[in-house]
């Protein structure tokens, strides 16, 4: 049986350009997705994967991330006070046990290799799981969950995939299939936001990961790939050949938040999704159809 995977880093630092201005003086992380932030949906669905240790990599102004999983004293009164339980309840579930959170920061925006590269302290010698915030997974079992489950069969490294459509191979990184079983594939080769006519597949990464710790070895080397940053692909591509190395095409639909029509239709389909507000919504949905 592969080790166990205790630990997951979840990169913070970025600035969000995209979402100007409901970025400005607030994290992308938080935008709320109905009403939860993008980033408690990755925190729950670690927690759900059996994660126990949370190492959030942020950066200026990212301290509303901190504020939200701490405890907040008046709150916490007040719900009391006023006898709101269930809120209490969840408010308090939320804030987890007292060390699960740590945080570091990434002090230049040099990548997304650079700021996985800012946790190895804290990561230690053991495999990871890495979960970026923006991509969310509506999914009967959380995808890092599914995810867990395959690496007991395949130890390695281990990415979730999905297809893209051809034109969007630039956004994402993409797959050089080897073995393909219909769920399991493995990984030949990997190249990070490749134009349409050079993308070896249409198989993109999604953003979550399990990756052996030799993974920071790579990232030491700093050396700098698409867009001139510092990318995880890059050094997850130098690993393939020397241990296993698959993609898991997992169960759900994933939404990529980091673009504004994909944010929105996560929006669209998580309220649909909810036994207390799926029938309004959708109700109110057909009139705008109509
Ligand atoms: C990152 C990764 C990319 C991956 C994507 C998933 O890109 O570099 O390989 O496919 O996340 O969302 P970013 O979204 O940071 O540009």
């Not at 901190?66 to 405890?71: A, K, L, R, S, V």
């Amino acid at each position: 049986m592969p080790p166990a995977i205790r630990r997951a880093i979840l990169p913070v630092g970025g600035l969000g350009t995209r979402f100007l201005p409901a970025t400005k003086a607030m994290p992308k992380e938080m935008l709320p997705v109905v009403d939860k932030p993008l980033i408690q949906y990755a925190v729950e669905e670690a927690r759900a994967a059996g994660i126990e240790q949370i190492v959030f990599v942020t950066g200026r102004g990212k301290t509303a991330i901190e504020d939200h999983f701490d405890d907040s004293f008046e709150l916490r009164e007040t719900l009391r006070s006023r006898g709101k339980a269930a809120e209490l309840e969840a408010m308090t579930e939320m804030v987890g046990r007292p060390g699960e959170i740590a945080y570091v920061r990434q002090q230049e925006p040099l990548g997304l290799g650079h700021a996985v590269w800012c946790a190895r302290h804290l990561a230690g010698d053991e495999p990871v799981a890495i979960l970026l915030a923006d991509d969310l997974v509506l999914a009967d079992t959380p995808c890092l969950k599914q995810m867990m489950e395959a690496y007991q069969e395949t130890g390695g490294n281990l990415v979730a995939v999905t297809d893209v459509p051809r034109e969007q191979t630039g956004r994402y990184g993409i797959l050089d299939i080897g073995k393909d079983d219909g769920r399991l594939v493995s990984v030949n080769g990997l190249v990070e936001k490749p134009s349409p006519d050079k993308a070896p597949s249409t198989l993109s990464i999604i953003g979550r990961y399990i990756l052996q710790p030799e993974i920071f070895g790579h990232l030491d080397m700093k050396e700098r790939g698409a867009g001139g940053e510092i990318q995880l692909t890059d050094a997850m591509a130098r690993m393939i050949g020397s241990m296993p190395f698959h993609g898991l095409r997992f169960e759900g639909q994933r939404f990529d938040c980091g673009d504004k029509v994909g944010f929105i239709e996560a929006s669209i389909a998580f309220a649909l999704a909810r036994d207390d507000l799926g029938p309004d919504v959708r109700e109110r949905l057909r009139s705008y159809m109509a």
